[in-house]
């Protein structure tokens, strides 16, 4: 009896595991590492800067990469440069405008051309860049790494499975109306934007 | 007050270079914040940091040399008080 119960409680198990719900990634991250940095290199100087302020949830799957959904949200206001009064302008009416335009978001609707070997997943996540209140749709080269019951590693009370994402992607700042009249040759138009993200699915 | 101009020109511009050497001898503007990288072993992310810190850029150098450069432009309207004004008389 015992025998034949075996197989099915072992079939029973691999059957929650496909069918289990996805992931849901929350990236408010406690430690502080998540950043994002942008670079506009122009001809007479190239200005460096990031942003720590992020959040937002990502529902990832598994067993099934393609299908995450999900949006990250970074606090326009969290965005910084070494120099004060550069900073000042990035914040200010003329540039990024942070106090009518608090968020920059990405709402990501799918995952396209996805390639997963072992816990890596590398695809074009396709979704709405918005940033100074003006929304774009954008297909941005991700990689993901699924770290399973690693939450524990970096929050010691808590356990649970780890998605890091890292991505590289560029836009430009004409697209979103941010000071498209300054001149490019000091400020480029092009800013390249790298995100390095560690969001948390904790189990209770 | 010439010489005390002048001293003070070469003092300032000195200081600024020194200064800007010391720093790092950054070629962008001033900077106020440094970055700082730290390695999250669990990820494999980098996370960003900034504290405060000070790296003079060129344009803290152009400031400190134009002060100077005027500083020792203005002694030019001073007189030598060591030089006794000479007066010539003509016979």
Same mark, same amino acid.
């Given at each position: 009896?015992?025998?034949?119960?075996?197989?099915?409680?072992?079939?029973?198990?691999?059957a929650?595991?496909?069918?289990?719900?996805?992931?849901?990634?929350?990236?408010?991250?406690?430690?502080?590492?998540?950043?994002?940095?942008?670079?506009?290199?122009?001809?007479?100087?190239?200005?460096?800067?990031?942003?720590?302020?992020?959040?937002?949830?990502?529902?990832f @799957?598994?067993?099934a990469?393609?299908?995450?959904?999900?949006?990250?949200?970074?606090?326009?206001?969290?965005?910084?440069?070494?120099?004060?009064?550069?900073?000042?302008?990035?914040?200010?009416?003329q540039?990024?405008?942070?106090?009518?335009?608090?968020?920059?978001?990405?709402?990501?609707?799918?995952?396209?051309n996805?390639?997963?070997?072992?816990?890596?997943?590398?695809?074009?996540?396709?979704?709405?860049?918005?940033?100074?209140?003006?929304?774009?749709?954008?297909?941005?080269?991700?990689?993901?790494t699924?770290?399973k019951?690693?939450?524990?590693?970096?929050?010691?009370?808590?356990?649970?499975?780890l998605?890091?994402?890292?991505?590289?992607?560029a836009?430009?700042?004409?697209?979103?109306?941010?000071?498209?009249?300054?001149?490019? @040759?000091?400020?480029?138009?092009?800013?390249?934007?790298?995100?390095?993200?560690?969001?948390?699915?904790?189990q209770? | 007050?010439?010489?005390?101009?002048?001293?003070?020109?070469?003092?300032?511009?000195?200081?600024?270079?020194?200064?800007?050497?010391?720093?790092?001898?950054?070629?962008g503007?001033?900077?106020?914040?440094v970055?700082?990288?730290?390695?999250?072993e669990?990820?494999? !992310?980098?996370?960003?940091?900034?504290?405060?810190?000070?790296?003079?850029?060129?344009?803290? !150098?152009?400031?400190?040399?134009?002060?100077?450069?005027?500083?020792?432009?203005?002694?030019?309207?001073?007189?030598?008080?060591?030089?006794?004004?000479?007066?010539?008389?003509?016979?």
């Amino acid at each position: 009896m015992k025998t034949k119960l075996i197989p099915l409680v072992i079939l029973a198990g691999m059957a929650g595991q496909i069918l289990a719900d996805p992931l849901a990634f929350d990236f408010k991250d406690p430690k502080g590492v998540n950043n994002a940095v942008f670079k506009l290199d122009a001809p007479l100087e190239a200005i460096n800067g990031s942003a720590s302020g992020i959040s937002g949830t990502i529902t990832f @799957d598994p067993a099934a990469p393609a299908g995450t959904t999900g949006k990250i949200v970074v606090d326009a206001k969290s965005l910084t440069v070494p120099n004060p009064m550069m900073k000042d302008h990035l914040l200010g009416a003329q540039w990024l405008d942070v106090e009518k335009n608090p968020e920059i978001t990405f709402a990501l609707k799918q995952l396209k051309n996805v390639a997963t070997k072992g816990n890596e997943t590398v695809a074009v996540a396709e979704g709405t860049f918005t940033l100074k209140g003006t929304s774009k749709d954008l297909n941005v080269p991700v990689k993901l790494t699924y770290l399973k019951d690693k939450l524990s590693q970096r929050v010691p009370n808590l356990k649970g499975d780890l998605l890091v994402v890292r991505a590289n992607f560029a836009i430009k700042r004409s697209d979103f109306g941010i000071n498209p009249g300054a001149p490019q @040759d000091k400020v480029s138009d092009e800013i390249q934007v790298t995100l390095s993200l560690a969001g948390a699915a904790a189990q209770p | 007050m010439k010489r005390l101009l002048r001293w003070s020109a070469l003092v300032l511009a000195i200081a600024a270079v020194t200064t800007w050497l010391a720093t790092g001898a950054h070629r962008g503007w001033t900077q106020t914040e440094v970055s700082v990288k730290t390695l999250d072993e669990v990820t494999g !992310l980098e996370g960003i940091t900034t504290r405060p810190g000070f790296m003079a850029g060129v344009d803290f !150098l152009g400031a400190a040399l134009a002060v100077a450069g005027a500083l020792a432009g203005l002694s030019v309207f001073f007189r030598n008080p060591n030089i006794p004004e000479q007066t010539q008389t003509l016979r």
